[in-house]
């Protein structure tokens, strides 16, 4: 042993080897943060419910104007006026969408605010209906209050 | 027998702790690693799914000979029984829009505040990272003649149908 404290060689090499190791320990850790941080944007990408909200407002305004379509074709055999057939089947639409969301645990809805029409044919054509639209996962709440869907194309 | 060098044998047992221990602490950390480059391929899988569903949605009889709507309206009301699909007009599309990719179709609507569930394409049995994609179609009597599938709707009703797409990597 005592030839071990006299021997003083060497000391560069067993410094670099150090720091070499300290570098790699470095890098994996750094490593490791750039994983860390893209299984949460991933994550966070999958969770937020994007297409649902997207899907929601899309399928409200071409649904609006189906409705419409069907409301002037069932005037026509219909006492009732054009707004009061719209707002029937709306309703029907706004049930069966909140009941179909409350499936996957969101609540929804889909409520008609007013029925417009710019051309004074009121009881006979539509040309643009105000909704409000409401969506809830828990995690995420998205409004749109009110909006305007022209339903005359 | 030679006692020199004993420092550098030392040395060289530090230095392959140290290297183990980096080693094992990479190693460690690709176990993190797999989820998470999953989790990415779930997302792309997520986003494919849902754009050929908002595809065929908007598809004006080009390529793809019916879009969403008149698919499902064209249901024969029947559930498919693996192999065989049920929906050929749906699966068709689907298949040329997501190759590489299985995926099962449900259709879930309400009939008198019951939800029915019905299957109507079925390609296997979804693997651990299988993802849902949903999109909604309403019918009326008109695009169900036109169609001619079997829902039962009166000429004053609507019907709320959701798509629901199950789908995964093989």
Not at chain 1, 32 to 50: T, V
Not at chain 1, 127 to 138: A, E, F, P
Not at chain 2, 127 to 155: K, P, Q
Request: with cysteine; charged share 20%.
């Amino acid at each position: 042993m005592e030839s071990l404290k006299d021997d003083t060689k060497g000391q560069w090499i067993a410094l670099s080897g150090l720091v070499i190791s300290l570098i790699l320990i470095g890098l994996a850790a750094l490593a490791n943060q750039a994983m860390l941080a893209g299984y949460h944007s991933s994550n966070a990408a999958l969770e937020f419910p994007k297409e649902n909200i997207r899907e929601l407002n899309l399928h409200t305004k071409d649904n609006a104007r189906i409705i419409r379509d069907l409301s002037l074709s069932i005037n026509q055999t219909s006492n009732e006026t054009v707004p009061v057939i719209f707002e029937n089947l709306f309703d029907s639409y706004s049930d069966q969408v909140k009941k179909l969301h409350a499936v996957h645990g969101e609540t929804v809805n889909v409520s008609l605010v007013s029925i417009n029409s710019t051309n004074g044919t009121y009881n006979h054509d539509i040309d643009m209906i105000l909704v409000n639209i409401r969506y809830n996962d828990g995690n995420t709440y998205y409004a749109s209050e009110p909006e305007m869907i022209e339903v005359r194309e | 027998m030679n006692d020199r060098a004993q420092l550098h044998t030392l040395e060289g047992l530090s230095a392959a702790f140290i290297i183990t221990l980096t080693v094992l602490t990479i190693t460690q950390s690709t176990i993190i690693v797999t989820p998470q480059n999953e989790l990415a391929m779930d997302v792309q899988l997520e986003q494919l799914s849902s754009d050929s569903l908002a595809v065929i949605d908007m598809a004006e009889h080009g390529p793809i000979r019916n879009n969403l709507t008149e698919c499902i309206a064209g249901w024969d009301m029947t559930e498919a029984a693996y192999p065989d699909n049920n929906l050929e007009e749906l699966d068709a599309p689907l298949s040329y829009l997501l190759p590489g990719i299985l995926y099962n179709v449900d259709l879930a609507y309400f009939n008198n505040d019951d939800l029915n569930v019905k299957k109507v394409i079925i390609h296997g049995s979804p693997s651990e990272n299988a993802v849902v994609v949903r999109h909604l179609v309403t019918l009326t009597n008109e695009t169900v003649s036109l169609a001619g599938g079997g829902w039962n709707l009166a000429d004053d009703e609507i019907k709320v149908v959701e798509v629901r797409m199950t789908a995964w990597k093989v």
